[in-house]
């Protein structure tokens, strides 16, 4: 009777007569950052990303360490980045979410990368685990913020652009080759030719060929 219990025990995990399947290996990418007068966080940050993979029975794959002031240095994060585009990590795990976006925008779309590549993304101090469908759900939120931060930047380029116009301020980029136009058709006159024109006064050989043709037409 023991041994006939034990083969319908054996059976019980078997699905249309096929072994069940083994659970899938989660390879995790774990990223910290730090600013370059404060590393004190880092052994945090570490220990705390080392332990919640160990909680979910991820194995480690990658570990990515960066180190910058700027906030638009995330030259390593990139690293993190083509492990996941060459499939060799399923999940990023972040200690904080400003450790890994540079601003909203930043930061929804590289987890819309993420999501396309089928990786999912998790971080620690806001439990945002995009894995799963309460996660998912945040990440649309976050869509919604990263257009609110992009229409407050664009306010505010109308506005700076609209008080330099107040104040007589000319917009654009500065009329370089312009400046040289006088210089530019005494020169040909003299019989020297557009290339060395173009040498001699430290422009482009079409700023060149444009200035000579406005004189034609203006005269034509």
Known sequence: MAGKRALQKAKSHRVFGQARKRAKIVRAGLYARVSTHDQQTLPLQNRSMRDYAARRGWIVALQIK??????????MREKL????????????????????GRSVTDL????????????????????????TPMGRAMAGLLAVFAEF???????????????????????????????????????FRAGVSKA????????????VRRILQERTHRHG
């Open 108 to 131: 929804l779309a590289t987890v819309q990368e993420l999501s396309y590549l089928g990786v999912g993304f998790v971080s620690l101090t806001e439990a945002l685990d995009l894995t």
């Open 81 to 100: 980045l083509d492990a996941a585009r060459r499939r060799e990590i399923d999940v990023v795990l972040v200690w904080r979410l400003d450790r890994w």
């Open 196 to 207: 060395a024109i173009a040498c001699q006064l430290r422009i482009g050989r079409t700023s």
């Open 149 to 187: 931060e992009r229409e407050i930047l664009r306010e505010r380029v109308r506005a700076g652009l609209a008080e330099a116009r107040l104040h007589g301020k000319h917009l654009g980029r500065p009329p370089t080759a312009s400046l040289h136009a006088k210089q530019v058709r005494q020169l």
């Open 66 to 75: 960066e180190v910058g002031s700027g906030a638009s240095q995330r030259e």
